[in-house]
């Protein structure tokens, strides 16, 4: 075990919001894993039992100890939280791990040194990718996918790069969150446009590319396919997933084929299937739907572990920093943006994909605390989405049916980015201690036993919600 000071220090940080936030998520999720409405501004103690009932006196729940907003992180105490946890050998015999105040200071770390002290981080690498999107775009950005004429009677469906692009609308009484676009919409307006323009009859092209370079990684394992990710692609429809819930060999031609049926409900004879064409710029468009604003897909992203939005976010990493649209290009594009952010991306850490399916990666755990530093300073409110979309422990998202074990406060106070490969385990993310001061986590487990995988989760568990439980500013 060793201890460090942060890496960056003076940041600022919205400590108090942090833990509103966390407060408020565990009053209003309380409710929605519940199914029903928010509690009227009544206490259990106004509501009079049953006749015939009679109940103990309630105890009140032990009250959070406000530390002084300044108060630094002691790694000593941080230590003797997770020493337990931690030390579990269900975790296996290479666990890493490092925490500190959302606004630097001192900080405690598990690992070593050196190579010793990465480990593959699984889906932990979303944080990264997200928070390297919303460093090199805007949260409020969108992803277009349009409908343009090519000539005299052919249209072309051009892929934007929307990670959530929907064959058809919501069922009647649904609601998809984030929204989502869908090309059922892009058909009746191409209808329309055509109809304006007196044609009745059109072929139909599809336009995939936006992107480049493989659409699978060579860093995966063969057995990734297709059962686990669907190549990834700029143009698809229900991230390439047929209706049986199959993926289907090729995404942007099962989405063109989707546009012309619903071109055909519309009135409009298509002739022939779609073919792969690259539309010319100049082409007028006919028809154009926008994906959700990227902030909302970060939040999903995060929210559910979508490999295939991650790797979307990652080629849209390349396009922005003036790279291709490809693994290699969002990789050297993510460490640029978290470079000039002031977060070194650097050797023995290594990122080979987006979305953390590779065996490969490598990340120090200490650099997932700069991100998530980074993601919750006062100085950076365009990265707010990364905090925001950390699932809640107990409540939603890839931790809605965790944290059932340890510190019975974890529930609603942690929040984290879960990581899962078989063989490893990792947590990263945000947790507001017993006194009332929220603290950046990475834990990672790398050399899991197989056998002792459900035991080593809730271990995983038990390690973070000792962090609810801390009075980690003494």
């Known amino acids: 075990m060793s201890e460090k000071t942060g890496r960056r220090r003076g940041r600022g940080a919205l400590a108090v919001l942090v833990v509103v936030v966390l407060a408020v998520v565990l009053a209003v999720t309380t409710d929605l894993a519940l199914h029903r409405p928010p509690r009227p501004p009544v206490g259990p103690a106004g509501i009079a039992p049953p006749p015939g009932l009679d109940l103990p006196q309630a105890r009140p729940a032990p009250a959070v100890v406000e530390a002084a907003p300044t108060a630094p992180v002691a790694p000593e105490a941080v230590r003797r939280a997770l020493a337990g946890p931690l030390a579990d050998p269900d975790l296996g015999r290479h666990v890493v791990a490092s925490v500190a105040g959302l606004d630097g200071g001192p900080r405690w770390e598990l690992g070593g040194t050196g190579p010793g002290r990465v480990a593959v981080p699984a889906s932990t690498t979303k944080v990264v990718t997200a928070a390297a999107a919303l460093l090199a775009l805007d949260p409020e950005d969108t992803f277009t996918t349009r409908v343009v004429a090519d000539g005299p009677g052919r249209v072309?469906?051009?892929?934007?790069?929307?990670?959530?692009?929907?064959?058809?609308?919501?069922?009647?009484?649904?609601?998809?969150?984030?929204?989502?676009?869908?090309?059922?919409?892009?058909?009746?307006?191409?209808?329309?446009?055509?109809?304006?323009?007196?044609?009745?009859?059109?072929?139909?092209?599809?336009?995939?590319?936006?992107?480049?370079?493989?659409?699978?990684?060579?860093?995966?394992?063969?057995?990734?396919?297709?059962?686990?990710?669907?190549?990834?692609?700029?143009?698809?429809?229900?991230?390439?997933?047929?209706?049986?819930?199959?993926?289907?060999?090729?995404?942007?031609?099962?989405?063109?084929?989707?546009?012309?049926?619903?071109?055909?409900?519309?009135?409009?004879?298509?002739?022939?299937?779609?073919?792969?064409?690259?539309?010319?710029?100049?082409?007028?468009?006919?028809?154009?739907?926008?994906?959700?604003?990227?902030?909302?897909?970060?939040?999903?992203?995060?929210?559910?572990?979508?490999?295939?939005?991650?790797?979307?976010?990652?080629?849209?990493?390349?396009?922005?920093?003036?790279?291709?649209?490809?693994?290699?290009?969002?990789?050297?594009?993510?460490?640029?943006?978290?470079?000039?952010?002031?977060?070194?991306?650097?050797?023995?850490?290594?990122?080979?994909?987006?979305?953390?399916?590779?065996?490969?990666?490598?990340?120090d755990p200490g650099l997932l605390v700069d991100v998530l530093q980074l993601t919750a300073s006062e100085d950076r409110p365009e990265l707010r989405a990364v905090v925001t979309g950390l699932p809640v422990a107990g409540f939603d998202g890839s931790l809605a049916d965790r944290f059932d074990t340890g510190d019975p406060r974890a529930p609603g106070r942690v929040r984290a980015k879960t990581g899962t490969l078989s063989n490893v385990f990792g947590l990263a993310g945000l947790a507001v201690g017993a006194d009332g001061r929220p603290v950046a986590f990475a834990l990672l487990a790398d050399r899991i036993r197989l056998p002792r995988t459900s035991l080593a989760l809730q271990a995983m568990d038990q390690a973070a919600a000792a962090l609810a439980g801390c009075r980690c500013t003494r």
């Open 156 to 363: 072309v469906l051009v892929g934007g790069g929307d990670p959530f692009l929907a064959a058809a609308p919501p069922a009647d009484g649904e609601e998809a969150y984030p929204p989502v676009a869908d090309v059922v919409d892009l058909a009746r307006q191409s209808a329309r446009a055509l109809r304006a323009d007196g044609v009745r009859s059109v072929r139909v092209g599809y336009d995939d590319t936006l992107f480049s370079g493989p659409a699978v990684s060579p860093r995966w394992p063969a057995t990734y396919l297709p059962d686990v990710v669907t190549p990834i692609h700029a143009l698809w429809v229900d991230q390439g997933v047929d209706g049986d819930g199959l993926r289907v060999a090729d995404p942007p031609r099962s989405a063109a084929d989707a546009y012309a049926a619903a071109l055909r409900a519309e009135g409009i004879r298509v002739r022939g299937g779609p073919t792969p064409v690259t539309a010319p710029a100049a082409s007028p468009d006919l028809a154009s739907v926008e994906s959700a604003p990227l902030a909302a897909v970060v939040e999903q992203v995060l929210r559910v572990s979508d490999n295939e939005g991650a790797e979307v976010l990652l080629r849209h990493v390349g396009l922005a920093t003036g790279r291709p649209g490809s693994f290699d290009g969002g990789r050297a594009g993510v460490q640029e943006e978290l470079a000039a952010a002031g977060v070194d991306l650097a050797a023995p850490s290594v990122l080979w994909d987006g979305s953390g399916l590779s065996r490969e990666n490598r990340l």
